[in-house]
């Protein structure tokens, strides 16, 4: 059974950090691309940051330089730092699994407020 378990979400002041991680399981996880996507309140779902299968990595304009994606393969998770966090990151923070097939799991809230 295919699962993508997002976890390390909460409450976090401006200019905070959150450290958020996707368990997978169910697939060869090293196979496959790798995405954070969001959708804040009243937005389309948006692509945050995504790495290759082969460690390649591309960020959203708006948190380059804020934000890293790493993952690790004999672990089979993909984790997203996220650094000087600001209001309009609140939002659900969802990973994604891409290769013939495209697998979602099912959110982690992050809420920057102060």
């Known amino acids: 059974q295919v699962q993508l378990v997002e976890s390390g979400g909460g409450l976090v002041q401006p200019g905070g950090s959150l450290r958020l991680s996707c368990a997978a399981s169910g697939f060869t996880f090293s196979d496959y691309n790798m995405y954070w996507y969001r959708q804040g309140p009243g937005k389309e779902r948006e692509l945050v940051a995504g790495i290759t299968a082969g460690g390649s990595k591309n960020y959203a304009d708006s948190v380059k330089g804020r934000f890293t994606i790493s993952r690790d393969n004999a672990k089979n998770t993909v984790n997203l730092q996220m650094n000087s966090l600001k209001p309009e990151d609140t939002a659900v923070y969802y990973c994604?699994?891409?290769?013939?097939?495209?697998?979602w799991g099912q959110g982690t809230q992050v809420t920057v407020s102060s």
């Open positions: 994604r699994a891409v290769r013939l097939v495209i697998y």
